[in-house]
Structure formats: structure tokens, C-alpha cells
Nanobody, 128 residues
Framework: QVQLVESGGGLVQAGDSLRLSCAAS????????MGWFRQPPGKEREFVTG????????YYADSVKGRFTISRDNAKNTVYLQMNSLKPEDTAVYYC?????????????????????WGQGTQVTVSS
């Protein structure tokens, strides 16, 4: 079992920055990939970015490339999402997710079905 708790969401203006955190517990954090997804109002959940177990491999959706940065601190069992130059279309509930299989893989899943555990989500609202 893995427990994930997101934090850091809020209401900001366009052009501002936010940093989301996701604290993990329950399994060896440094053995599995992590991802961030988001679900805008009235839309399906979509992939934002992912990071491999070591942090050596990352992947971004085109819509956030160059503005968002994912990172992880395996000593703190935490993954981060630094979001810069936020736009109103970034408004969504943001979820972190854990992909445990296979362990120590460089694979980054882009579909929700690749991830076994999910946090409860944190709301990000960007006003224009």
C-alpha cells in the first residue's frame, strides 16, 4: 500500500507560480515512478508530467512543457511540481500518482491506468 498526500494548491493570477508537493508513505519511495495528472472542470483526467524512480527520466505534456518542472527528493519521500507562468487553462484538480510496476524502471506512464495509487487531489485555480 502507498499513501499519497498532495498540498500546495490555491488561487493565483495568470502568470504566477505555485509549487505542489506530494508526500508518499508505505513503500520504498525510491523504487517507483511518480506522475502528476490534472482534471479540469467538466473534463477527463489528463497526464501532466512524470518522473522515474531515480529522477533521471522525466516527461511532460506539450501543454506544460517549458513552464512546469517535476522533481523528487527520495530522502523526503516527496515529489514536487513547480508550475510557472500559470494560465487560466491550468485550472484543475491536480493529482499525484504512483506507478509501482515494474520497480526501478525508467518507464513513465502517460495513462491513468498505469498508476496504482492516487492522492486525494489539490485544487489549482488560475484567474485571468
Amino acid at each position: 500500500q502507498v499513501q499519497l498526500v498532495e498540498s500546495g494548491g490555491g488561487l493565483v493570477q495568470a502568470g504566477d507560480s505555485l509549487r505542489l508537493s506530494c508526500a508518499a508513505s508505505g513503500r520504498t519511495f525510491a523504487s517507483y515512478a511518480m506522475g502528476w495528472f490534472r482534471q479540469p472542470p467538466g473534463k477527463e483526467r489528463e497526464f501532466v508530467t512524470g518522473i522515474s524512480w531515480s529522477g533521471g527520466n522525466t516527461y511532460y505534456a506539450d501543454s506544460v512543457k517549458g513552464r512546469f518542472t517535476i522533481s523528487r527528493d527520495n530522502a523526503k519521500n516527496t515529489v514536487y511540481l513547480q508550475m510557472n507562468s500559470l494560465k487560466p487553462e491550468d485550472t484543475a484538480v491536480y493529482y499525484c500518482a504512483a506507478d509501482l510496476h515494474p520497480p526501478l524502471s525508467t518507464r513513465i506512464g502517460v495513462y491513468p491506468t498505469s498508476y496504482e495509487y492516487w492522492g486525494q487531489g489539490t485544487q489549482v485555480t488560475v484567474s485571468s
